[in-house]
């Protein structure tokens, strides 16, 4: 396809660009159906995209609002995937991507009720072995599983829980419908459910003895690339606590204190005493080696050396959920200390932007010095981005350099970041450009496709994911975002067929290319972010 479009479509009163490779001269829009014209304009100059490696032109059709489906078709004769204008476009996806991280749960059953084809056993209910101290067991049953893998990891799993407690609070009405879990039916919204089910398992990561919450919980190493769940039975291993996942596991519990009270008092002051018993551990610990593998644990590291960042956003949290002054006191000089590498980041590295956007949205009492400098930061973040999306070909904010593993987090990111600056400014500035974002995951990409399974006309097919290659099922799970383009050739397939390629062009939809194309967690939980602002 030489015409890149959102393959979901378009809400008619939204910026339409469809990006046509080469020159786009005169282009029209036609019935999907009938193929006859509905309307027709000319596309924007040449422009060298450097992502892609192309030269492409802007097709802006944003005054064309009439509900249908259609195609695009240029003077050259190339035609886009159909797409539907309408008032309602990404309703399904977003609610797809939701109840993604059921299909991620480990420790329980998946029923046909719902999970439809995709069940799976029971699985991981072995208490764990801590490493070191071999005769303990953790018994950390249940959360979701990380990603392509079944290794349960804290920090990534407190991004995840965040992204998706954030878009609740700041877009309540995108929840509304259930979502078919098996919680369904209550008084508390699914996507609490949902979230609670990774935040009990968090719990059971926390050390009782020191506060500490574990950093991961694995096995040894891989399982083969089609072991269902409940096949992967050898010995499960918690690696050592770290700084940063107890930082975050403090964040994130003080959060969830704050969101759940309205439902669950009792769960509510647990993640609160949690949180308040890491924090003890952080204050004890102040400086503490950063987090690497055991010599014998080959499973997904999440290394990470810098931890103000975490300490940082727990702060922040904790004083957003209880108002002490204690908690105040200790979050400007970790702002400082975070700072060096950002205080705008969402990643599961550098968790800074959580702790910023905590402080920003807390109705406490603020340093009014602080909280100026930051709301100047993160706008000027915003600024920044905005003004990489006007020279991208495609309209996103990544620069060529950061199509790294687990690209589409950061294209994910990047649009959160967006719609924050926007609540935080009280504006829309930003909006249109964070749905750039969202037109790029679902196929206005120089790859073509649709990154997220089952929505799109040509959606990816085999990410790296063990459930969908071993469980018999032809579909792979429905509502995974995969990692996207990775100019870093990380794994065999990607070294052995996608050397040279551009960055935004470096990807390839086979299983076995993991550094490409597999499924996380704290992929899904940014798009599903990005999306509720638009549903
Ligand atoms: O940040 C640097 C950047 O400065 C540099 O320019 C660039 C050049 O390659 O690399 C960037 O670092 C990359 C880093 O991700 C960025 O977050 C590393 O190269 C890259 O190796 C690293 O990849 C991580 C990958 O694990 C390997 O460790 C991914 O972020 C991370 O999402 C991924 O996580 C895996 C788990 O280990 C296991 N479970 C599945 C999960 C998803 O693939
Ligand atoms: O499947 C693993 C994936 O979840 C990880 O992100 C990736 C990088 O750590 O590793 C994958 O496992 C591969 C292993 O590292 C090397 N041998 C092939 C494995 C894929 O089946
Ligand atoms: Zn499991």
């Not at 790029?440 to 790859?447: A, E």
């Amino acid at each position: 396809q030489g015409i890149a479009v959102n393959q979901l479509g378009y809400r008619g009163m939204d910026a339409k660009i469809a990006v046509i490779r080469g020159e786009g001269g005169n282009f029209r829009i036609v019935d999907a159906s009938s193929g006859s014209k509905v309307w027709e304009g000319e596309a924007g100059p040449l422009e060298w995209d450097e992502a892609s490696g192309e030269t492409v032109s802007r097709g802006d059709f944003t005054s064309f609002r009439q509900s249908g489906t259609y195609r695009i078709e240029s003077g050259s004769g190339e035609s886009s995937y159909p797409f539907v204008i309408a008032d309602s476009v990404y309703e399904e996806a977003h609610r797809a991507m939701l109840k993604a991280f059921y299909f991620f749960r480990c420790g329980m059953e998946l029923e046909e009720r719902c999970a439809g084809p995709w069940t799976h056993g029971p699985c991981h209910l072995t208490p764990a072995i801590v490493y070191g101290d071999e005769e303990k067991r953790v018994d950390a049953y249940g959360g979701w599983h990380d990603a392509g893998d079944y290794g349960k990891y804290v920090g990534p799993g407190a991004k995840a829980v965040a992204d998706l407690l954030l878009a609740e609070e700041l877009y309540p009405q995108a929840f509304a419908r259930p979502l078919g879990i098996p919680e369904s039916g209550g008084a508390m919204p699914d996507v609490l459910q949902e979230c609670r089910y990774e935040l009990e398992w968090m719990l059971r990561m926390q050390d009782g003895e020191t506060g500490g919450a574990y950093h991961k919980l694995t096995t040894l190493r891989f399982p083969p690339g089609d072991t269902m769940p409940e096949d992967d039975t050898a010995d499960l291993y918690v690696s050592p606590v770290s700084a940063t996942a107890t930082g975050c596991f403090a964040a994130v519990m003080a959060m969830a204190a704050r969101r759940y009270r309205p439902y669950d008092e009792v769960f509510a002051a647990s993640c609160l005493s949690a949180a308040e018993r890491a924090w003890a551990w952080l204050e004890a610990h102040p400086d503490y080696p950063g987090f690497k593998n055991p010599p014998t644990i080959a499973t997904g590291e999440y290394g990470d050396a810098q931890d103000a960042d975490e300490r940082y956003w727990a702060a922040a949290e904790l004083y957003r959920t209880t108002g002490e002054a204690r908690y105040h006191a200790a979050i400007e000089p970790l702002a400082n200390a975070a700072e060096t590498s950002g205080l705008y980041e969402l990643g599961w590295a550098n968790m800074s932007g959580y702790g910023t956007i905590a402080y920003l949205f807390a109705e406490r009492e603020k340093a009014p010095e602080l909280e100026a400098r930051l709301k100047e930061g993160l706008l000027r973040k915003a600024d920044e981005l905005a003004a990489v999306c006007a020279k991208d070909g495609y309209g996103i904010s990544l620069q060529p350099e950061q199509y790294i593993w687990g690209s589409n987090m950061l294209v994910m990111n990047h649009a959160m970041l967006l719609l924050l600056a926007d609540r935080i400014s009280g504006g829309t500035h930003y909006e249109q450009h964070a749905l750039r974002h969202v037109h790029y995951l679902f196929g206005t990409n120089t790859v073509g496709m649709s990154y997220v399974t089952g929505y799109g006309a040509a959606p990816i097919l085999f990410p790296h994911h063990r459930p969908s290659e071993g469980d018999g099922v032809e579909a792979p799970i429905p509502g995974l975002v995969s990692g996207g383009p990775n100019r870093g050739l990380q794994d065999d397939y990607a070294r052995e067929h996608l050397a040279g390629k551009a960055p935004a062009a470096s990807f390839a939809d086979v299983m076995e290319s993991y550094s490409t194309n597999e499924v996380a967690i704290y992929w899904n939980s940014p798009a599903v972010f990005a999306l509720s602002r638009f549903v």
